[in-house]
C-alpha cells in the first residue's frame, strides 16, 4: 500500500494538529501518508465519543492509518479488536515515541524503549491481532541514552512493516539537534523500511534522505504553519503566494467542514502560525481570537493575507 521506492513523504501524528482537516489538506498538497493523532488504548476502549470521532478517515487519505497507545496488554488487544470493525482504517502504529510526562507516567509512549521485550511483546500483539494490512511502529533513539540498533531490531523481531524513528531520545524532549547518524545505524541493522523523523525541512530533506539511507520522511512540527513543506520538498522550489494563500483557505474551508462553527475557534491556533513574519501579524493574532463568526472569519482572513 506504501511504494517505498518512491521515498514518500508522511505527515506525522501530531496530538492537537494532524487532525482529519489537516490529512485531508496535506494530502492534496503533496504528502503521501498520514496517520492519525495518536489515540490512547484506554480511551479507544471506553469509547468515548471524542475519541471515536478522532478515529474518522480523511477523504484523501488512503492507506489511512491509526496510531494507538498504551502499556497495558489487555487493553491493548482490546482496542485492536475495535479498531478491526472498522473497514476503512488500513493500518495501526503503535506509539513509542511521545516524551511527554502524562504519557510516560503510565508507563506508555517512550518509556516502552526502557522495556524493549516488553515492547516487542505490544508490537507482536498487535500484529497478531489486528486484521489490517499494515502494523507499524514510531520510535525515538533511545531513552536516556541512544540504542537505535537495539530498538529497531527489536521492532523488525516483532514482525512489523515498517518503523519511524524520531532522531532525538526521549530525554532530549525536543531540544538540540536531531541525530541523523543514529537512524542511519538502525537503517543499517534492519531489512524492514525505516522512516527518518525529526527537524526536517525543505532546505535539508535532500541531506537526510542521504544521510540515513532512510526510505521516507516524516515531517511533524515544521508543517505547522508550514503545510506546503510537502509541495517544496517534491517540486523542489519554493512556493509562490498565491499557492501559499489557497492552502491556507482550503484549510479554513476544510475545518468548517469537518468542525462546523467550531472549527473557527480550534482553526486559530493555526492562523497563529500561518501570520508568523507577516507585517502587523500580532494584531492580526488579536483580532481572529475576537472573531466567532465564519463568514466573518474568512473574509478577515482573505483580506490580511491577499494585501501582504
Same mark, same amino acid.
Given at each position: ?142 531513552? =536516556?541514552?541512544?540504542?537505535? %540498533?537495539?530498538? !529497531? +531490531? ?6 512489523? $512493516? @515498517? ?122 493574532? =488579536?483580532?481572529?481570537?475576537? %472573531?466567532?463568526? !465564519? +463568514? ?6 482573505? $483580506? @490580511?493575507?491577499?494585501?501582504?
Amino acid at each position: 500500500m506504501i511504494d517505498f521506492s518512491k521515498k514518500p513523504l508522511f505527515l506525522a501524528p501530531m496530538a492537537g494538529f494532524s487532525d482529519l482537516p489537516l490529512r485531508n489538506l496535506v494530502k492534496q498538497f503533496g504528502a503521501d501518508v498520514t496517520i492519525s493523532e495518536m489515540i490512547s488504548s484506554n480511551a479507544l476502549v471506553y469509547e468515548s465519543e471524542k475519541t471515536l470521532k478522532m478515529l474518522e478517515k480523511a477523504e484523501l487519505e488512503n492507506p489511512y492509518i491509526v496510531q494507538i497507545a498504551g502499556s497495558d496488554e489487555e487493553i491493548i488487544k482490546k482496542a485492536v479488536e475495535i479498531l478491526n470493525k472498522f473497514d476503512f482504517i488500513d493500518g495501526i502504529d503503535f506509539n513509542c515515541g511521545c516524551p511527554v510526562n502524562k504519557v510516560i507516567k503510565q508507563s506508555a509512549g517512550s518509556a516502552l524503549l526502557l522495556e524493549l521485550d516488553k515492547l516487542q511483546r505490544i508490537l507482536e500483539l498487535i500484529k497478531k491481532t489486528s486484521k489490517k494490512r499494515i502494523t507499524s511502529v514510531k520510535v525515538r533513539i533511545g531513552y =536516556d541514552k541512544k540504542d537505535p %540498533i537495539e530498538i !529497531a +531490531k527489536a521492532c523488525e523481531n516483532a514482525g512489523v $512493516d @515498517f518503523i519511524s524513528m524520531h532522531g532525538r531520545t526521549r530525554k532530549q524532549m525536543y531540544s538540540g539537534n536531531s541525530d541523523y547518524e543514529a537512524i542511519a545505524l538502525a537503517k543499517k541493522s534492519i531489512q524492514i523500511p525505516l522512516i527518518a523523523n525529526g527537524d526536517i525541512s525543505a532546505i535539508n530533506a535532500k541531506e537526510v534522505f542521504d544521510k540515513t539511507n532512510c526510505d521516507a520522511l516524516m515531517i511533524g512540527r515544521a508543517s505547522i504553519g508550514n503545510p506546503w513543506i510537502f509541495y517544496e520538498i517534491k517540486q523542489n522550489k519554493k512556493i509562490d503566494k498565491q499557492t501559499k494563500n489557497k492552502i491556507i483557505f482550503t484549510h479554513f474551508d476544510e475545518m468548517l467542514k469537518h468542525y462546523k462553527e467550531q472549527g473557527v475557534s480550534i482553526f486559530r491556533k493555526h492562523l497563529h502560525e500561518y501570520s508568523k513574519g507577516y507585517n502587523d501579524a500580532s494584531n492580526f493574532r =488579536d483580532q481572529v481570537n475576537r %472573531i466567532n463568526n !465564519a +463568514k466573518e472569519m474568512k473574509k478577515y482572513i482573505e $483580506d @490580511f493575507f491577499n494585501k501582504e
